[in-house]
């Protein structure tokens, strides 16, 4: 039953709206002036207060404001029912809070409607007040859990980060979570490895993904394992665990400082941009493949552009929120403008995102926009100092040891990748970490010439064929499920040569009718077969091939820096 509290000083009007209101099953309360009218509002709380405007002690205006501020978030509706008649008098009481009045005399029929109709605004008014409070509670809900789920995403894609000399990085995403990945550590070599990736979208279900892929890239990286195998171990986990409609564009950089080079991938993202401080040229490094997460990895082509540097060089990297974004005739920022404004700013990546705001005339990014600068000169200046503070762990004085390995036709077919679990023995047995990278390099390219081209006799002038590498990986599957007849050796020794230095003596060696010792070693672009091969050239001391390619010899040395470490 609604109550509803009468402020009239006349006895006579009271006793007829009491009667009236009664008689339709109302709870009814009344006062004779605005200070009884308070103590009573404050007992009853009523659902209703009829007021007139004239009244003893406290006016009907000042009634009216202190209602209100009693009934605070609640909604208190004040109906006037009055005999005054000057516009400005209702004029004002109604400016201060009242919600509806009536003039007397009145029709009974019209004083009943506009009672029911304030009484159902107050239900009204009840029901929205649940509901927004219902969706403040979700809302605190939701921002504490964001804000946990932020907390755990930062903690698996930015918390094994290494500091990378010469790196500058702007990231910024258009939601709480970034559909871009910024990924960057230096391996136990001591080299450098950059990953920028964006997936399709933004926000949560874009972010979603960078998880496994920034677990995957620190926890390969700390092992040693080559960027192609940490390129294709991503693929193979997106693949399986992104909808058909995500997918992962990304750029990886290595930088190799004792080399000076760098090798660069590029998978369906923006062109990467080397601009030569030196020469005051740009040069643009395209996508070469498909996004990762759509094909199987014995279909990606995961060939790395090499660079040589000098150390004025300096790679920019980019997602395409910068390049995309419009101006108010839905012209794109663009990447001419991107390189206009990079080698206009001295490279300066924040003058580059203004840039990109002044031509959208002040607008919101509409996409995550993450840009990354790496700057060769930092990096080729202190190898060394990188490679100390990449390696926590004492590396052991060199002893004397040696494995053997023995792979019949049977155990090839069924063991696609035997040289991870070599390498890893070879560290159990001298943990060099540093130097796993180069003796994975060595191992595999060895054992892949041994494999494909001694034992199953494939010719590497597929790979130059469109669709080369996919059509070499097929050959390559059908000849090892035919294969009968074969074994593949591996000969491992380690030899002190003094406290601080030791050597690895690898030999590879095979029984099938290929030879290898004609392997090209061009380092041309157009070339595609024989650079693994100059790769391990590079690497050690001496390399020679035996017995017409049927066997091969890399001699690797390794020191210790820095007194032991």
Known sequence: MASILIVDPSKSNRLYLRLTLEKQGYQVFEAGNGLEALESYEHHRPNLVITEIKLPVLSGADLVQRIKLLAKETFAPVFVVTNAFKPDSIQRILSVGADDFLQKPY??????????????????????????????????????????????????????????????????????????VFLSTITPAGNVITLLG????????????????????????????????????????????????????????KVFPK?????????????????????????????????????DSYELDVEFTKVEVEGAEHFVCYTDGIVEAMDHTKQMFGVSRLVDSLKASHRNINQLVRSAQDFCHGCVFNDDVSIIKLSMADILMQPNQMIESAVLERIPPPSRWSLKYAFSAENLKCNPHPIEAIVDAIIGMQPITPYKEDIFIILSELYNNA?????????????????????????????LENLTDGRLMID??????????????????????????????QTSSEVFSGRGITIVRFLCSDFRFEEGGARVEAVYDWERIDDGR
């Open 492 to 521: 491992v020794e380690h030899e002190p040569l003094s406290e601080t230095v030791g050597r690895l003596r690898i030999v590879v060696a095979h029984d099938g009718a290929g030879r290898v010792d004609k392997v090209a070693t």
């Open 107 to 180: 029709p009974e029929e019209l004083l009943l409607a506009k009672i029911a109709s304030l009484l159902r605004n107050v239900n009204f008014y009840d029901d929205l007040k649940q509901s927004k409070e219902l969706v403040s509670s979700l809302h605190m809900g939701l921002a504490l859990e964001h804000k946990s789920a932020e907390r755990i995403f930062e903690k698996f894609v930015h918390g094994p980060r290494q500091e990378v000399p010469g790196l500058e990085a702007h990231v910024s995403p258009a939601s709480i979570f970034n559909g871009d």
């Open 198 to 253: 964006d997936f399709t979208g933004h926000g949560l279900p874009a972010a979603i993904g960078a998880i496994p892929v920034a677990e995957v890239f620190y926890s390969m990286v700390k092992k040693g394992r080559t960027l192609k195998e940490i390129i294709l171990v991503i693929n193979d986990k997106l693949k399986t665990i992104l909808p058909a409609h995500i997918f992962f564009s990304c750029v990886a950089l």
């Open 451 to 479: 494999l494909e081209h001694g034992i199953l006799q494939l010719d590497s002038c597929i790979k130059q064929q469109l669709n080369g590498f996919l059509a070499f990986a097929e050959e390559k599957q059908k000849a």
């Open 259 to 295: 080399r000076r080079s760098v090798s660069l991938f590029n998978a369906g993202m923006q062109p990467v941009v080397m601009l030569d401080e030196a020469s005051g040229k740009e040069r643009l490094f395209e996508s070469t493949s498909v996004p990762l997460g759509v094909l």
